[in-house]
């Protein structure tokens, strides 16, 4: 472990700290701050900020990693603030914390108290040691306690080595600080790193990662720095990998003076290092997102406890919709992103006779794989087929960043009413040509010709029975190319494109 106190952006440390950055996808956060008396009715101020960074992309050579200990005592805030802003949300970084939405209030209240607005409000990909404790226990055939452990409870058995919190509660506020306090910041953010191996090494092992992640393009070497710029982000390793070995010979050359204009261009540079592949799988999986919502900004001065609700779902909620009511998420029908203009459904298994209404009027509405799935199972499969999953479970919301806020909450309860719900807010085009053009057993399309009787009968052998007292009605049948489901004009049917027609007022 190679600690570096970071206490001046113009210092060879801040320089190493900005090149660490650009070559990181894993990093450790953690802070520290002087103790408050807890009827105090503002936040502490954050005076130290520990980023452990593991180079390189490969797990099997992360022999070494760098702690920085950024002195915000010292360091004009302003000048870092649009560089932690970048490392915070950068999807190029998985970011690992213990309980580190308290430490983000924390900075959030400190940062913009100096004038830094906006303040630090999320931070994603994210990944609670609190969580991989869990799962580490689960697959070692332990007891999952519902209790949180302590970072020094889990390191000694995860790691196996004995975590001193002695200087938890120190003045961090004073200067300088000594030497037992330093190497207490350095390794609380370390042994993330290490907490964070040991979990990496057991999902690879069993094969627990998503198999989802798109392949990365084929990298044209005529391609202009300009080109490289405009490409889609994680499409290119190689291009990181170059643009980052020309950021060390910048950095190498450039004065102190240049340090600041170096690190506001982080962004830009870590746009053309996409995370490394099995990395990102962890992330698909396992990954968080840590939001904050504007009752975190305010110290709670009450003692009584009340029931706690998700800040994620709260801030999901308020985003879901715009002022009109409309749909504000990225649409995964869109040409332009793969997609064949119209909108594709996954209902929940909450929903899912609305999925069967939504194929009654011709919108492509699929149902979960499995009978009881998962909420990554879910996640996976909406993510894999380019659909916006609806729901009624709120704690789905919270993962609305791995869909690109691709999840929608329906509010209304009668399958009815959901269907228009549906329609207005995704403002769908529903035409009496649609009604009764999906199978709505399967989800399938219709072959494009009508069967005859004899064709019909044919098709039916061993699969389906059809009433003998259809045959004498000349009637066209239809068959579902998926699932060879045969249906036909009859009564059932007529009355089946009525009921649509009058529920979502085809006729007016």
């Known amino acids: 472990m190679d600690v570096h106190l970071v206490s001046s952006i113009d210092s060879d440390e801040f320089t190493h700290l900005t090149r660490a950055l650009s070559r990181s996808t894993l990093i450790g956060l953690d802070a520290e701050w002087k103790p408050i008396r807890s009827q105090q009715s503002t936040f502490p101020t954050v005076t130290l900020l520990q980023l452990a960074c593991q180079l390189g992309d490969d797990p099997a050579e992360w022999d070494e990693s760098l702690v920085f ?4 005592a ?13 490392v915070f949300v950068s999807p190029d970084i998985l970011k690992l914390g213990f309980k580190f939405k308290q430490d983000l209030i924390f900075l959030s209240s400190t940062f913009g108290a100096e004038g830094c607005d906006p303040a630090f409000d999320k931070v994603e990909p994210y990944l609670d040691i609190t969580n991989i404790h869990k799962f580490l226990q689960h697959k070692q055939g ?29 003045d961090w506020s004073h200067r ?10 350095a390794t609380d953010a370390h042994c993330l790193l290490e907490i964070f191996k040991i979990f990496q090494a057991m999902v ?9 992640v798109k392949e990365l393009h084929q990298f044209n070497l005529n391609l202009g720095l300009k080109d490289i710029f405009q490409m889609p982000d994680g499409d290119n390793k190689l291009a990181g990998t170059k643009f980052c070995n020309a950021l060390d010979i910048v950095q190498a050359t450039a004065s102190s003076e240049d340090c600041g204009r170096i690190a506001r261009g982080l962004e830009v540079i870590r746009k053309t290092k996409p995370m490394d592949e099995s990395l990102w799988k962890i992330v698909r999986k396992y990954g968080e997102k840590l939001l904050l919502c504007e009752s975190d900004r305010k110290p709670k001065t009450s003692r009584k406890k009340g029931k706690k609700r998700s800040s994620v779902v709260a801030v999901c909620k308020k985003n879901q919709l715009d002022s009109s009511g409309g749909w504000q998420g990225l649409p995964p029908w869109d ?8 909108p594709k459904f996954l209902c929940d298994v ?3 006779g609305l999925a069967k209404h939504l194929r009654c009027v011709g919108v492509d509405a699929a149902i979960p794989h499995s009978k009881k799935p998962e909420p990554r199972e879910l996640i996976d499969q909406a993510y894999k087929e380019k659909r916006v999953l609806l729901t009624r479970d709120a704690k789905l919301l919270r993962h609305q960043y791995l869909l690109k806020n691709q999840i929608y909450r329906v509010k209304s309860l009668l399958k009815n009413e959901q269907l228009i719900e549906v329609i207005e807010i995704f403002q769908l085009k529903i035409s009496e040509d649609q009604l009764m053009s999906r199978c709505t057993k399967c989800n399938g399309r219709f072959v494009q010709k ?5 064709e019909a009968i044919e098709a039916a052998k061993g699969f389906q029975r059809i009433p003998n007292c259809l045959f004498d009605k000349n009637l066209e049948f239809w068959q579902c190319m998926d699932c060879n489901q045969l249906y036909w004009e009859g009564t059932q049917y007529h009355n089946a494109v009525q009921k649509f027609i009058d529920v979502c007022k085809l006729n007016e």
């Open 142 to 170: 332990k007891k999952v306690s519902k209790d949180t452990k302590s970072l020094s409870a889990i390191c000694e058995e995860v790691l196996g080595i004995s975590l001193s919190k002695a200087l938890q509660c120190s």
């Open 69 to 72: 200990l950024l002195d915000l």
């Open 176 to 185: 300088p600080l000594t030497e037992e306090q330093l190497r207490y910041a």
């Open 350 to 352: 909450m929903v899912e």
């Open 450 to 454: 009508p069967l005859t009787t004899e």
């Open 204 to 212: 690879v092992k069993e094969g627990k990662s998503c198999n989802d």
């Open 335 to 342: 040409i332009s992103l793969g997609g064949d203009g119209w």
């Open 74 to 86: 010292s360091i004009p805030l302003s000048s870092i603030w649009e560089l932690l802003k970048d």
